[in-house]
């Protein structure tokens, strides 16, 4: 069973950074792909950013530029740089892995959230 944690999240100002980290136990952590998603009030779960098991990356079109994914297979973690804060990125941001020896819907791990808070 994977455990997925996260951590970083808070209350920033725009334009202001923060990095988020989401540490794994259990589980083949290096063959997983890992997502950084978030869902703002009222509005559906989007992804904002994925990276492979080889280090590919794919971003939400409003993060490209401004966020970074990375991963530490040492240490089980992915991590979700953001720099240039907006208010709309205001919302609980959660990890996801997926686990491709998984064939179905348990394939999907999930963390509790993190709540980021942009605002002045």
């Known amino acids: 069973q994977v455990q997925l944690v996260e951590s970083g999240g808070g209350l920033v100002q725009p334009g202001g950074s923060l990095k988020l980290s989401c540490a794994a136990s259990g589980g083949a952590f290096s063959i997983y792909t890992m997502g950084w998603y978030r869902q703002a009030p009222g509005k559906p779960r989007e992804l904002v950013a994925v990276?492979?098991?080889?280090?590919?990356?794919n971003y939400l079109d409003s993060a490209k530029g401004r966020f970074t994914i990375s991963r530490d297979n040492a240490k089980k973690t992915v991590y979700l740089q953001m720099n240039s804060l907006k208010p709309e990125d205001t919302a609980v941001y959660y990890c996801?892995?997926?686990?491709?020896?998984?064939?179905?819907?348990?394939?999907?791990?999930w963390g509790q959230g993190t709540q980021v808070t942009v605002s002045s």
């Open positions: 990276i492979t098991s080889g280090g590919s990356t």
């Open positions: 996801n892995a997926d686990d491709p020896l998984v064939t179905d819907a348990r394939r999907y791990y």
